[in-house]
């Protein structure tokens, strides 16, 4: 009873199991910008579904949850286009260096050892610096933070670059390259890492473009519709790996979660939802450490796997 | 003379002996049942249950193979990186391993007249002789773990399964009893042909072998759905990104908040 037949990923699943995974992982997409494929992959790889299809799908489903997202956001006046335009070029850029570097890696061998452990290093500097400082944020005035923030040396030398201009729903001024080469690297990482890259553009945002969090929130969202518009496209084109079954049923779950998502984000301040976010992103970080620590239950794997 | 008076008995006589001694030979593969034949994966497949029911002699053991073409496969070996992690680590091919194989044999029951465990594996049959017969690109001495690891990435699949003692006799009269054998289909199985085998076996000799085709198809949405992805991937990419942004407006029409809620 409630199973469908998923043609491409070649088994059957439960229909409210899948449609209450996607609410939950929409409600994260909602709350902090992120494309949730980090839990969503895993746990479709779990049920049953085979890792190549699990990740292709997840970005069609994604389609939809940031869909709802951004809209809910914009309303919200948390999304920055000028600033979501330029991360989004450099990210397409980037996203096309990083897969001919990755082809470099590979050939010179044990590439994924150097991926996975950057990954993991990277996720717990993150994850750790977010979760201190915004611990410390939420301990001190605000105003303090702020003045603080003036005085640092990266914002007298970014202050210095060229091509200076306002990006109003950010309430920031910053040089057209600062955007344009923090995404070139963060689709550069995102290709090598395999990932959506919304954990490493939302901590990005933060901390190297200043802005709000919940500006960050919206505009992150708005640039992953696009980045999962291209990869959906991309993947059903050559590797056929997209279960538009699946993902139906995924983002039925997701487009409604991302609404709730979207209106608690709204509640939290933003300090609040970094140290949220902070703490999902060392739990990620735990995960793919442990997965690395514990003996593997089959010495086997399929290519494209995790 | 005396040939032309007894050329007639002999010839029916010889004819009904003829005649008898093929519907001995052909009891047991006329009174074999398979059902279906046929399976359709349609819109709620979730798998199913193929019955394989007949006769068998009385002190005989029965097993019954569904498997499926034979292919070869590339997979990530695992192996622990500087001594501690664990990473994938190079490829190794299989060769001549079946796509599905699921086997299940009255051997392991209590009434079971086969006392050497090694029977199936001597009759070319279960997952023992599957590992002896595949060929693997790897050095002799993985050879044997890495069959065994690849037969339990199978079973984890759902794609390989083996169930010792789960067919059913009863018994007919002195010289021969009905089996069943109730064979769970998992809904892992893809479209194609496979062969239903069943083995009648005396003292550890096969003594009957028969074969039938199952053909497992798509029909309705699935069939759409696989066809439009592989034979116009183009269109299907794009339908289904038109579709998710579709769901995502509609989510944002009937559950979204109305404008003007302001920015923080």
Not at chain 1, 97 to 120: C, E, H, P, S, W
Not at chain 2, 201 to 206: A, D, K, V
């Amino acid at each position: 009873m409630f199973h469908l037949y998923l043609p491409i990923a070649g088994n059957s699943v439960n229909v409210l199991l899948i449609f209450g995974l996607g609410g939950l992982v929409g409600i994260l997409s909602g709350i902090f910008g992120v494309g949730g494929g980090f839990l969503m992959t895993p746990l479709l790889i779990m049920i049953g579904i085979p890792p190549t299809v699990a990740a292709a799908s997840d970005s069609n489903q994604i389609v939809g949850a940031s869909t709802s997202g951004t809209l809910a956001h914009y309303k919200m006046g948390n999304v920055d286009f000028k600033m979501g335009m330029l991360l989004l070029i450099g990210g397409v850029a980037g996203g096309t260096l990083g897969v001919q570097v990755i082809k470099v890696l590979r050939q010179m061998g044990n590439a994924d050892f150097l991926i996975r452990i950057t990954y993991v290093l990277m996720l717990g500097f993150v994850g750790s610096y977010m979760f201190i400082e915004s611990l410390q944020a939420l301990r001190k005035n605000r105003t303090s933070a702020k003045i603080q923030k003036k005085k640092s040396k990266y914002a007298q030398l970014i202050s210095k670059l060229p091509w200076q201009t306002n990006f109003e729903k950010s309430g920031v001024r910053l040089s057209v390259l600062m955007p344009l080469v923090l995404g070139i690297f963060v689709g550069i990482l995102a290709a090598i890492m395999g990932v959506g890259g919304g954990f490493i553009m939302v901590p990005v945002m933060v901390y190297l473009l200043r802005m709000p969090m919940h500006v960050v929130v919206g505009t992150s969202l708005f640039q992953i519709l696009f980045t999962c518009v291209d990869v959906t496209i991309m993947q059903s084109y050559s590797n056929h790996t997209v279960d538009f079954i699946l993902a139906l049923i995924l983002l039925l779950g997701s487009t409604l979660g991302a609404q709730f998502g979207a209106k608690i984000s709204k509640r939290l301040k933003g300090d609040q939802l970094k140290i949220l976010l902070a703490s999902l992103v060392l739990i990620v970080m735990a995960k793919m450490l442990l997965d690395l620590l514990l003996t593997p239950h089959v010495m086997l794997a399929f290519i494209g796997g995790h | 003379m005396i040939w032309s008076r007894i050329r007639i008995p002999v010839v029916i006589m010889v004819a009904s002996f003829i005649w008898h001694l093929q519907l001995a030979c052909s009891t047991e593969p006329a009174t074999t049942k398979f059902e279906p034949n046929l399976i359709a994966i349609g819109t709620f497949f979730n798998g199913t249950q193929l019955t394989v029911s007949g006769k068998a002699g009385v002190e005989n053991d029965v097993a019954v193979v569904v498997s499926g073409k034979q292919e070869e496969l590339t997979l990530k070996k695992k192996g622990k990186a500087l001594g501690l992690l664990w990473m994938n680590q190079g490829d190794v091919h299989f060769k001549k391993v079946p796509n599905f194989y699921i086997l299940y044999s009255s051997i392991g029951r209590m009434e079971s007249a086969a006392t050497d465990p090694n029977t199936l594996e001597k009759l070319g049959i279960g997952f023992e002789y599957l590992k002896n017969e595949m060929e693997i690109g790897a050095p002799a001495e993985e050879r044997d773990s890495l069959a065994d690891e690849f037969l339990k990435l199978k079973q984890n699949q759902g794609l390989y399964a083996s169930h010792p003692g789960e067919i059913s006799f009863e018994q007919k009269n002195e010289k021969e009893k009905s089996f069943i054998a109730k064979i769970w289909i998992p809904p892992q199985i893809s479209a194609g042909e496979y062969q239903i085998r069943v083995i009648e076996i005396h003292n550890g000799h096969t003594v009957d072998n028969l074969k039938n085709q199952l053909s497992v198809k798509e029909e309705g949405i699935p069939l759409m759905l696989s066809s439009l992805a592989f034979n116009h991937s183009l269109l299907y990419g794009f339908f289904a990104v038109l579709i998710a942004v579709a769901a995502g407006l509609a989510m944002d029409f009937f559950f979204g908040t109305g404008k003007g809620g302001g920015a923080h």
